[in-house]
Nanobody, 116 residues
Framework: QVQLVETGGGLVQPGGSLRLSCTAS????????MGWYRQIPGKEREPVAT???????NYADSVKGRFTISSDNARNMVTLQMNSLKPEETAVYYC??????????WGQGTQDTVSS
C-alpha cells in the first residue's frame, strides 16, 4: 500500500504563487509517474501535471508556462510550483501516483483558494 502526504497550498491572491509538495511512502517500488490533479467545484477531477521517473513532464494546456512540476526520485517526492494563479483555479488539488502494478494512489487533497 502507498501513502501520499501533501503539504503546501492555502490562500493566495490572484496572480500569486503557491507550492505543493507530495511525498510517497510504503510500497513505492516500480513507480511509473507522479503528478497532480485538481477538482474545481462542480467539475470532474482533471489532470494538472505529471512527471515520470524518467523526468518527462506533461501539463494541462491551461497551466503551461505558469506551473512547473519537479521530482526527487530518491525521496519519492513531487513538487508543483504554481505561478500567476487565477480565481477559477480555486480547487482541491490531489497528489497522484501510478505504479507498474497495483492500484493508483491518491493523496487526501489540499484546498487551494485564489481570491482577493
Amino acid at each position: 500500500q502507498v501513502q501520499l502526504v501533501e503539504t503546501g497550498g492555502g490562500l493566495v491572491q490572484p496572480g500569486g504563487s503557491l507550492r505543493l509538495s507530495c511525498t510517497a511512502s510504503g510500497s513505492v517500488d516500480h513507480i511509473l509517474l507522479m503528478g497532480w490533479y485538481r477538482q474545481i467545484p462542480g467539475k470532474e477531477r482533471e489532470p494538472v501535471a505529471t512527471i515520470s521517473r524518467a523526468d518527462i513532464s506533461n501539463y494541462a494546456d491551461s497551466v503551461k508556462g505558469r506551473f512547473t512540476i519537479s521530482s526527487d526520485n530518491a525521496r519519492n517526492m513531487v513538487t508543483l510550483q504554481m505561478n500567476s494563479l487565477k480565481p477559477e483555479e480555486t480547487a482541491v488539488y490531489y497528489c497522484h501516483l501510478k505504479r507498474l502494478s497495483g492500484p493508483d494512489a491518491w493523496g487526501q487533497g489540499t484546498q487551494d483558494t485564489v481570491s482577493s
